[in-house]
């Protein structure tokens, strides 16, 4: 039973308030979370403050409200930086709040190659696929996270495209040289069942529909570039390409090449479709490897290089080394140049325009159609396509950077459907 002088566990944090409040001298400065960093819904301060204000409120009259400053939630708020406004040393957040959008990307300097630096194909590829992407992964260091992503803790019951392009992918790259024509079916099930037992498939039946759901795509593909492969039995050395375009070393290695002992070829293979639903040559499925080609006819070597996909066995002749120089020095210039700045460009709206089609319903997207404007990269510059198509240059830049693609398809390269069996 508690006695008069026993000690009060309740009132401790009451002590401690009071030593507080008495040893200060000049200022007391209290404060506390007074808004929800979720929703910013009002939170009313602990009961030990809530009490000091009733009892300063009743004893003195002193109006808090007018002794009370409500800061933001953020440093870079606008209110740390008007006119008036609230107390801050971080000065690096005002440029933030400039008049223009992208004010700060506009602002920066031009981009510094280090002297050693050395241009990849890889560097040209991505940054063919979306220049604005490149731009801030590369050059800002940015990159944008989807915030509806699941944990990798999450049980998979389902595929989405990316993942089954993926899966179908790694396949293809895991089958062994010496895989027999008459092995293809039995090889790919193995090594299906095995991405089951890491994990990476949906459990049960539906993961073993899913197994011979891949195993049955990519059957002809396999079976057909192992057909193609018995014209060219023997590996070739992989090529060495050292370039110097625009001021830039352009340093990469060609490999996938073999021989029938006479003449050289790139042979390829891809899990995904090349042509589209009108039977049109998908042009960004095949920039990897016109970009290949480029790099091997500037270098002096001249292949021709075979690709199967799931719908079509292509066939790409060997450039002028001129031409394919050429067109890599401007490549390489657009490279630089975006670098300094993100190019007012998207790869898929700007290959619908040039090819006539709607460049709007490509970028903006419509019903039961995924605009490239939800590229988060393209969505923080350019969020409609009107703005886009408004930036200086617009159709400048998709003539320079992409018109040498289609070009080469429409001289170059010839396609031969493949049946189920995967024979051209």
């Not at 050395?118 to 560097?123: M, Q, S």
């Not at 024509?181 to 790919?188: C, I, M, P």
């Amino acid at each position: 039973m508690a006695r008069p002088g026993d000690r009060s566990r309740r009132d401790d944090d009451r002590y401690l308030m009071l030593e507080a409040v008495l040893a200060a001298r000049d200022k007391l400065y209290i404060s506390w979370v007074g808004r929800n960093v979720r929703d910013n819904s009002a939170q009313p301060p602990s009961v030990l403050v809530a009490q000091l204000c009733d009892y300063l409120r009743a004893g003195w009259q002193i109006e808090l409200d007018q002794l009370t400053t409500e800061h933001a939630l953020q440093p870079f708020s606008r209110r740390y930086f008007e006119a008036d406004g609230l107390l801050t040393y971080a000065r690096e957040w005002r440029e933030a709040h400039g008049e223009q959008e992208f004010a700060a990307a506009a602002q920066l300097p031009p981009y510094e190659i280090d002297p050693g630096y050395r241009l990849k194909l890889a560097d040209l590829v991505n940054f063919m696929r979306q220049p604005a992407r490149y731009f801030f992964r590369q050059r800002l260091g940015v990159v944008f996270g989807d915030a509806a992503q699941v944990g990798e803790d999450e049980e998979p019951f389902a595929l989405d495209g990316l993942e089954r392009y993926q899966l179908e992918e790694q396949l293809l790259e895991d089958a062994g040289e010496d895989e027999m024509l008459e092995q293809v079916a039995g090889q790919l099930t193995r090594r299906a069942a095995r991405l089951a037992r890491e994990g990476r498939l949906p459990i049960g039946l539906i993961g073993q529909q899913y197994q011979q759901q891949l195993v049955a795509g990519l059957v002809p593909v396999r079976s057909a570039w192992l057909q193609l492969r018995q014209h060219y039995p023997r590996p070739a050395a992989k090529v060495a390409v050292t370039l110097k375009l625009a001021g830039l070393q352009l340093e990469d290695w060609v490999d996938q090449l073999r021989s029938d002992g006479v003449s050289t070829v790139w042979l390829g293979q891809i899990s995904s479709k090349v042509l589209n639903k009108q039977g049109d040559v998908r042009a960004e499925k095949l920039m990897e490897i016109w970009l290949r080609q480029l790099a091997l006819a500037a270098s002096g070597t001249l292949v021709t290089a075979h690709l199967i996909a799931r719908d079509v066995h292509v066939q790409m002749q060997p450039m002028e080394q001129d031409l394919a120089r050429a067109a890599l020095e401007q490549l390489v210039a657009l490279w630089r140049e975006n670098m300094n700045q993100p190019l007012p460009t998207a790869c898929k709206t700007a290959l619908a325009m040039l090819q006539d089609g709607d460049p709007r319903a490509t970028y903006d997207g419509g019903y039961e159609l995924q605009g490239e404007a939800d590229d988060l990269c393209l969505a923080r510059l350019w969020p409609e396509y009107a703005l886009l198509e408004a930036q200086p240059g617009f159709a400048d830049i998709a003539e320079r950077l992409y018109a040498p693609l289609l070009k080469w398809l429409g001289e170059a390269v010839s396609f031969n459907y493949l049946d189920q069996e995967g024979t051209a």
